[in-house]
């Protein structure tokens, strides 16, 4: 499900807590309406806050570093393919079919990640990259090093390779979002019952609605950013694939 249809869901169940209290207030009986049972719906309704605005600060803090942590990934996978590639070219022309072929899976990886012509899939096909990283893998085993130098470019360009694989594995299982749908269930119990005993003490005026509104819509918006930067490859907030492009400019050369 896509961030905004989750947030908009959200926005849905917690305005309409609030238009329910709203709608069953007239209903209840006067003394339910006093000022100590006020009291006593303020002070239930003051600790639910406070836990749902913990958890909401807590997701917000998490799903940032998160996608900063991704985003540095990427930052450094780029690095990592341009080293690569440096190794091989160093190593000698016998490299040159791998250095082709690892050029190729770059920029199959690139426009799988981020097309050029909209959204990725939320799914990616892995059977093939997985199979051109293995031939290249095959191809620099295969390599005779008749120098110590290449000796050591051999060795340094395998451990290179294992580093690159990880990374790419790492950034496949990390796809997609590590927000459970149980958490945000009950995040959401939490909003519909602060919202709900807002419209059930506050007056029926348009001016309490249009503020309980606004407050759902400021609490839908805060969980449509946790779940964007959640998914930093998928939705309207995402990590650009400028340093991996810039990375495919300088393979080959």
């Given at each position: ?115 050029e012509g909209g959204p990725v899939s939320p799914v990616l096909d892995t059977t093939w990259g997985t199979r051109m ?121």
């Open positions: 499900m896509s961030s905004l249809a989750i947030a908009a869901i959200v926005f849905g169940f917690v305005s309409g807590g609030a238009i329910l209290g709203q709608v069953l207030r007239p209903a209840l009986p006067p003394d339910h309406l006093s000022e100590e049972s006020r009291d006593a719906v303020k002070l239930a309704t003051g600790v639910i806050a406070t836990l749902a605005a913990l958890v909401l600060g807590l997701l917000v803090a998490s799903a940032k570093g998160s996608f900063d942590a991704k985003r540095a990934a990427v930052e450094t996978l780029a690095a990592d393919v341009i080293a690569f590639d440096r190794l091989l070219a160093r190593y000698g022309s016998e490299t040159r079919e791998a250095r082709d072929l690892f050029g190729k899976t770059v920029a199959a990886r690139i426009a799988e990640t981020w097309p990283v293995e031939d290249i893998e095959h191809r620099l085993g295969e390599l005779s090093p008749r120098t110590p130098e290449q000796t050591w470019l051999r060795q340094q360009a395998l451990e290179k390779g294992a580093d690159l694989a990880h990374s790419r594995w790492t950034l496949l299982v990390r796809w997609d979002t590590s927000v459970q749908t149980p958490f945000l269930a009950v995040l959401g119990f939490w909003l519909f019952c602060i919202f709900f005993c807002a419209g059930i003490i506050g007056p029926r005026n348009g001016t309490v609605v249009a503020a309980l509104l606004l407050a759902a819509l400021s609490v839908s918006a805060t969980i449509f950013l946790i779940m964007e930067l959640d998914r930093p490859y998928q939705g309207l907030i995402h990590i650009s694939g400028a340093p991996m492009r810039a990375a495919l400019t300088q393979l080959g050369r």
